[in-house]
């Protein structure tokens, strides 16, 4: 796998948590997802493609393995919910309280600002990644 594909890995990573961030803010006050339970706010977990063990053992061997970028691992529940007292609310149960899921605007905000900055590093290597494959392309025509 080369640089220009690792990058693409890291800018897809990094895309899919920004929107998840993005579906948490806008549910910020929502008393139900779509199936009618409490919205449960969600995490996006990410690791490299390929265990450090397997590509540790592989580099002993005369072929090795490259790296080969980042990927989802999975997308899971953050949290829970808390509730509130509410009894005038529509989605109070008997007792009057509104179960809320439980996300704090600020954390989804500096997640989200933080993987931008991820994605924007990405995009910066992509382009360096490119130029060097331009310039060795160039080299190449002159000889």
Known sequence: MNAMEISLSGLDVEWRRMEICALNLANLGSTRAADGRPYVPLRLVSGP???????????LQPQGLQPRGVRVQAIEG??????????????????????????????E???????????EA??????AAQQIYSSALQIGRQS
């Open 49 to 59: 493609a390929e265990s450090f063990g397997s590509l540790l053992e592989a580099n």
């Open 109 to 119: 905000m500096t997640l989200l600002l933080k993987s931008s900055r991820a994605y």
């Open 78 to 107: 953050a949290r829970g919910t808390h509730q509130a007292y509410e009894p005038g609310h529509p989605d109070a149960d008997a007792a009057g309280f509104v179960t809320y899921p439980d996300i704090s605007q600020a954390e």
């Open 122 to 127: 990405n995009l910066v290597a992509l382009a």
